[in-house]
């Protein structure tokens, strides 16, 4: 796995931190993409680099297009070709239900969560393509069970948000398999991370965690391996799929 080259987005904490952490001890040379918390993105390089690869933080918010396209030509310009894409950013508004909501939140959270992803994915396959002149590559979404069970009385946005996410990625997969580039996505449960602060509830996981199957919410590195898993050459056969990472929600 040497030699090879991964952006995470949203990599500066949760999933995102821990899928750069397992990354590096793949050998992957990590870039941790991070909107806002320049510290916390930087903490993440320290522990990769530890690890021995190399790493870069780069500032960049993925819902905007200008900033998607700086973002990988700072890639290009410091690691040259790249292998791998976690569209990993996302973002959430606090507990609603749908006759609560209006547009401008919607639009927010599709701005990352959709069409963020759609961006980078068509950054990433034009740099991955066999069809541009690539290596090829593997992509992995980072979605949602909610994409699946809809999040009724709290964010059926987000869970819509989701949902066209699941759709890019079997479409996406199927366009450029045979391209050398594969494509799938993991749907999180209900993990511990700082999303559910966003969304106004910090204890969500706890609340919730002991209803679910496995009676305990999930950890963010348990989502991160099954990321590794997806990006790696052992899931050489494996396109437009999902895993479930959801303690068996």
């Given amino acids: 796995m040497a030699d090879k080259t991964l952006l995470v ?13 397992l990354a590096a001890g793949c050998g992957y040379t990590v870039c ?26 780069i500032q960049a918010d993925v819902s905007s297009e200008r ?7 700072t890639i290009d310009r410091d ?21 609560q909501i209006d547009a401008a939140r919607q639009a927010r959270i599709f701005a990352t969560n959709v069409t963020g992803a759609f961006v980078c ?21 980072v979605s949602s069970r909610a994409a699946v069970l809809g999040a009724p009385g709290e964010y059926v946005d987000y869970a819509a948000s989701k949902g066209a996410l699941d759709v890019l990625t079997v479409g996406l997969a199927r366009e450029v398999a045979a391209e050398g580039i594969r494509v799938n996505g993991v749907r999180a449960g209900i993990i511990y991370t700082d999303i559910h602060a966003s969304g106004g509830e910090p204890g969500r ?26 990006l790696s050459d052992d899931a050489s056969y494996t396109t437009g799929s999902f895993i479930d ?3 068996g929600r």
């Fill in 245 to 247: 990472v959801s303690g």
């Fill in 32 to 57: 941790v993409n991070y909107r806002r918390d320049r510290d916390a993105a930087e903490a993440v390089v320290r522990d990769v680099r530890r690890a021995g690869p190399r790493a870069i933080a």
């Fill in 67 to 73: 900033d998607v396209e700086r973002l990988f030509a």
């Fill in 121 to 141: 994915a068509r950054e990433a396959v034009k740099r991955m393509s066999t069809a541009h002149g690539g290596a090829g590559g593997a992509i992995v979404n």
């Fill in 9 to 21: 987005t949203g990599g500066s904490r949760g999933i995102g931190a821990e899928t750069a952490r």
């Fill in 205 to 230: 996981v706890d609340r919730l965690g002991p209803t679910l199957p496995m009676k305990r919410g999930g950890h963010a590195v348990e989502v991160a391996r099954a990321i590794l898993w997806l």
């Fill in 79 to 99: 690691f040259g070709a790249l292998s791998a894409l976690v569209n990993n950013a996302g973002i959430l508004e606090t507990q609603a239900r749908v006759e």
